[in-house]
T-cell receptor
Framework: EAGVAQSPRYKIIEKRQSVAFWCNPI?????LYWYQQILGQGPKLLIQ????????DSQLPKDRFSAERLKGVDSTLKIQPAKLEDSAVYLC??????????????FGPGTRLTVL | DAKTTQPNSMESNEEEPVHLPCNHS???????IHWYRQLPSQGPEYVIH???SNVNNRMASLAIAEDRKSSTLILHRATLRDAAVYYC???????????FGKGTRLSVIA
């Protein structure tokens, strides 16, 4: 079974530039998450999708971050404009999403963003 | 979200058992205890989970205290590949985001 795919793996941009990250979840997984992981900390949720609808985006800085999941499969996370504090690893995860069960979340390798 | 407390770091010799503790004194009756680990430069990966009873799988064992206020992840024979940050996480549903703390950084010495 193929895992969660993310691209690019690394990205370096200057502040105020735009950047986009792509995620392809495991086939059949209805729930998709984007997490941000700052160096030395655990991942923190940015947004959760159930199919192509947003379940939770309360921690997404909406003035600069946006995300979409068209057709309930692939997802794109965008930052525009980037700030220095956005330097982090952006992780995508997916799960089958069975309410009341203990679904495992499967994580991609992440995209390491450096903002100069 | 319910919180967990883990030591910042631990060290183990290769091929010896490792016991990674986690305190979760405010756990509710419906919270599952999950363990994930993150190897260097990789995304987190699932290790094991449990509710009340001890659990075993090919990667590790999970020992849960009778009052459920603490748990211990047991790696039976640590290898160099087990060097990672281990996260203990509480979650009441499979469809909710994971709330990560800082975890325990495990170093394995050859």
């Amino acid at each position: 079974e193929a895992g969660v795919a993310q691209s690019p793996r690394y990205k370096i941009i200057e502040k105020r530039q735009s950047v986009a990250f792509w995620c392809n979840p495991i086939s059949g997984h209805a729930t998709l998450y984007w997490y941000q992981q700052i160096l030395g900390q655990g991942p923190k949720l940015l947004i959760q999708f159930q199919n192509n609808g947003v379940v939770d985006d309360s921690q997404l800085p909406k003035d600069r971050f946006s995300a979409e999941r068209l057709k309930g499969v692939d997802s794109t996370l965008k930052i525009q404009p980037a700030k220095l504090e956005d330097s982090a690893v952006y992780l995508c995860a997916s799960s089958l999403a069975s309410w009341g069960s203990t679904d495992t979340q499967y994580f991609g390798p992440g995209t390491r963003l450096t903002v100069l | 979200d319910a919180k967990t407390t883990q030591p910042n770091s631990m060290e183990s010799n290769e091929e010896e058992p490792v016991h990674l503790p986690c305190n979760h004194s405010t756990i509710s009756g419906t919270d599952y205890i999950h363990w994930y680990r993150q190897l260097p430069s990789q995304g987190p990966e699932y290790v094991i989970h449990g509710l009340t009873s001890n659990v075993n799988n090919r990667m590790a064992s999970l020992a849960i205290a009778e009052d459920r206020k603490s748990s211990t992840l047991i790696l039976h024979r640590a290898t160099l590949r087990d060097a990672a940050v281990y996260y203990c996480i509480l979650s009441y549903s499979g469809n909710t985001p994971l709330v990560f703390g800082k975890g325990t950084r495990l170093s394995v010495i050859a």
